[in-house]
């Protein structure tokens, strides 16, 4: 089990930006971050997948990039442009297996709170 901690959260004007990372205890080829705002269902934000791609939910494509540094065992949400509907809390996730399935994430930080004004 994999063990993450989010940071980077904070408050924001619309249109601003922030950097949320994710240190993880140790190297897993996927990872993702997801949101989840009061009244709402958890949702998948970026997924990234080591030697194969990322992925977006189509309300943050370019706005959003996912990244990460393997060498720092961290993950990275650069989030620009950001709008009230973004507000939420976000939380990193990880699996060891693939397919790396939004659903089939097995680890989970305790979450960042980003709200947008």
């Known amino acids: 089990h994999v063990q993450l901690v989010e940071s980077g959260g904070g408050s924001v004007q619309a249109g601003g930006s922030l950097r949320l990372s994710c240190a993880a205890s140790?190297?897993?080829?996927?990872m993702g971050w997801f949101r989840q705002a009061p009244g709402k269902e958890r949702e998948g934000v970026a997924r990234?997948?080591?030697?194969?791609?990322?992925s977006y939910a189509d309300s943050v494509k370019g706005r959003f990039t996912v990244s990460k540094d393997n060498a720092k065992n961290t993950l990275y949400l650069q989030m620009n442009s950001l709008k009230p509907e973004d507000t939420a809390m976000y939380y990193c996730?990880?699996?060891?297996?693939?397919?790396?399935?939004?659903?089939?994430?097995?680890?989970w930080g305790q979450g960042t709170q980003v709200t947008v004004s």
């Open positions: 996730a990880a699996d060891i297996g693939l397919p790396c399935s939004w659903s089939d994430f097995g680890s």
């Open positions: 140790f190297y897993t080829v996927c």
């Open positions: 990234i997948v080591d030697f194969r791609s990322t």
